[in-house]
């Protein structure tokens, strides 16, 4: 299941506003400029798997649409 969340206190003390998105067994931390930008691409973000669901998509879909994504999990 794809989610969206804050980031865990370390990784925001090192990167301000930043935020993890998490589906399947990968995870992706990424950093807005602003706190105004983190809040507008978490609620995109959340939105968007919202309708994904909604449409009855899944994350093992999603990863065939992307196979270039990477992991560093390994």
């Known amino acids: 299941m794809m989610q969206v969340a804050e980031a865990d206190e370390l990784t925001s003390s090192t990167a301000p506003f930043c935020f ?3 589906g ?3 995870s ?3 950093s807005a400029s602003c ?3 983190k809040l507008l691409w978490m ?7 919202r309708a994904a669901r909604h449409r ?3 994350v ?3 990863i065939v ?3 270039s994504l990477k992991s560093n999990s390994q």
């Open 60 to 62: 093992e879909s999603s």
């Open 20 to 22: 993890t998105i998490v």
């Open 56 to 58: 009855g998509d899944s």
């Open 43 to 49: 609620e995109e973000l959340q939105s968007a798997i």
């Open 24 to 26: 399947g067994n990968r």
């Open 35 to 37: 706190p105004e930008e």
């Open 28 to 30: 992706l931390v990424v």
């Open 65 to 67: 649409l992307y196979p």
